[in-house]
């Protein structure tokens, strides 16, 4: 098959690319970085360089594919974040009915049912919709737990202040997941001819909050490490310090607040809470220890 990866080299494009190949595909991979080109042709892949706001080269690029995997950044451009999110969305969703092209794979997320309460998610509730609305493109929306990879982002207040926390409690409960999963869960959707559009959630493990700082902690030599529930407004502030921009920041404590309340695990919980992927927070928990070590 001749299908387009988006995404370039990143974490979940480079599994996903690497097993393709290996299966024998004809395997395109978009990157707005001209650096990237050695290392995909490197893997086995062709290079499309350009910009994923670019709807000439999206439409010149998709042509003559059977199969397209569409990703959206998870920042895109610092401010009118989601608005740019959902325009690159609405990008691939003309190129594919420009060129007919008939399967379609989103990387989407849990919680992109719901329109609010959700933060950067809300973006892909609205492309969801697009993608729902293509005539003749048998789609999935793959939507994928919290990545593990996310935490990389506490080893920070870890090391400065000897607690991991969030602006949501130690009991609740969220799906987790790793891009190697995602990866293997859109090589296999990818290559199927279902009909219509279709939800499939691709989770590694479901664990209280409580238990990423017992897995973490044991991994780091910190067994107490405890886990600390912020106000919205100390977790907001706590981002900003970090140096997040102020759009974004307000966006993940609108998250935060979603995970707290239920909002972005509801769906999920009503599919009934399948666990595809293979990778336990155990398991990333010595990928943690790694990063926090390096």
């Known amino acids: 098959m001749k299908i387009i990866i988006t995404g370039s080299l990143g974490n979940v494009a480079r599994p996903l690319t690497?097993?393709?190949?290996a299966e024998g595909h004809d395997i395109t991979v978009i990157s707005s970085n001209g650096s990237k080109v050695s290392e995909i042709e490197s893997i086995g892949a062709k290079a499309a360089i350009g910009s994923i706001t670019d709807l000439a080269f999206l439409t010149a690029t998709f042509e003559g594919a059977d199969?397209?995997?569409a990703m959206t950044p998870p920042n895109m451009g610092g401010v009118h974040i989601v608005k740019n999110t959902v325009n690159a969305g609405k990008n691939?969703?003309?190129?594919v009915?420009?060129?007919?092209?008939k399967r379609l794979v989103m990387l989407s997320s849990i919680g992109a049912e719901s329109p609010v309460e959700n933060g950067p998610i809300k973006g892909l509730h609205h492309i969801e919709?697009?993608?729902?609305?293509?005539?003749?493109?048998?789609?999935?929306?793959?939507?994928?737990?919290y990545f593990y990879f996310n935490f990389f982002n506490d080893i920070p207040l870890i090391k400065?202040?000897?607690?991991?926390?969030g602006n949501y409690p130690e009991n609740v409960s969220i799906p987790l997941v790793h891009p190697n999963d995602i990866a293997k869960a859109a090589a296999e959707e990818l290559v199927k001819?279902?009909?219509?559009?279709?939800?499939?959630?691709?989770?590694?493990?479901?664990r209280k909050a409580s238990d990423f700082a017992g897995a973490f902690g044991a991994a780091i030599g910190k067994p107490?490490?405890?886990w600390v529930e912020f106000s919205d407004e100390d977790s907001l502030n706590g981002m900003l310090q970090a140096g997040l921009p102020q759009e974004m920041a307000d966006l993940y404590t609108e998250m935060g607040r979603g995970i707290r309340t239920g909002v972005v695990q509801k769906d999920f919980a009503e599919h009934g809470s399948v666990v595809d992927g293979s990778v336990k927070l155990e398991d990333f928990a010595k990928e943690f220890s790694a990063q926090f070590n390096s």
């Open 92 to 95: 691939y969703a003309e190129a």
């Open 224 to 226: 107490e490490l405890p």
């Open 129 to 145: 919709k697009l993608y729902n609305d293509l005539e003749n493109t048998s789609v999935t929306l793959l939507r994928a737990g």
């Open 160 to 165: 400065g202040a000897g607690i991991i926390g």
């Open 97 to 101: 009915q420009r060129n007919q092209v």
């Open 67 to 69: 199969a397209v995997f």
């Open 18 to 21: 690497q097993q393709l190949v």
């Open 193 to 206: 001819s279902p009909v219509g559009k279709n939800i499939r959630y691709i989770v590694s493990d479901v």
